[in-house]
């Protein structure tokens, strides 16, 4: 499976991007995804996660009510809305599938896309 995020870049305080992730090949549906993040000098983390039908999502505290996950399971495409963005939001993200029963915690995500990178400035 191969992933291409994409969507990053600089915004001020307050304001909105939308990542894509876009999947190649017919299984994009057989996997959960999620979103996770590196900030710099900080360790990768869990953002959100989504099931394979769409039906469920899982958000960490931090982005609740801010971060809204979807899928296109036609286009096999993930997305992220983001809105009301902080500068803590600032970090690289990468997208990931997951076929394991841990994917809204952030477990078995085992194929990667490249990242794309988020500047929120204050």
């Known amino acids: 499976v191969q992933l291409q995020a994409s969507g990053g870049g600089l915004v001020q305080a307050g304001g909105s991007l939308r990542l894509s992730c876009a999947t190649s090949g017919r299984t994009f549906r057989s996997y959960h995804m999620g979103w996770f993040r590196q900030a710099p000098g900080k360790e990768r983390e869990f953002v959100a996660a989504i099931s394979r039908s769409g039906g469920s999502t899982r958000y960490v505290d931090s982005v609740k009510d801010r971060f809204t996950l979807s899928r296109d399971n036609v286009r096999n495409t993930l997305f992220l809305q983001m809105n009301n963005l902080k500068p803590e939001d600032t970090a690289v993200y990468y997208c990931?599938?997951?076929?394991?029963?841990?994917w809204g915690t952030g477990g078995g995500y085992v194929y990667w896309g490249q990242g794309t990178l988020v500047t929120v400035s204050s």
């Open positions: 990931a599938v997951s076929a394991s029963t841990d």
